[in-house]
């Protein structure tokens, strides 16, 4: 079955097997990368040694990367064929 929703006039149809494999293989990448052998402790004790000003810009840069990101994949939809 095709689940559709609406943002800004743009129509988008789901199937739930999608999501379910999306999220399968994103839990499988987190787990392995981060959460196997609680490596997120070390990240964590390496962002506490940064200083204010490197945070601010690496917080700046991921804000305009995430901002950036979702602005293109709007813009995108206006080469799409009308339904």
Do not use: M
């Not at 943002?7 to 988008?12: A, H, P």
């Not at 200083?51 to 709007?74: C, E, M, P, Q, R």
């Amino acid at each position: 079955t095709t689940t559709t929703a609406s943002l800004f006039d743009i129509y988008f149809y789901v199937k739930l097997v999608h999501v379910i494999v999306y999220g399968i293989v994103s839990y499988t990448i987190c787990h392995f990368t981060v959460f196997k052998g609680d490596k997120y402790l070390w990240y964590f004790r390496q962002f506490e040694k940064w200083s204010n000003a490197d945070k601010l810009k690496y917080s700046l840069l991921t804000f305009a990367f995430v901002a950036g990101s979702i602005i293109i994949w709007l813009f995108s939809f206006r080469f799409l064929p009308k339904l």
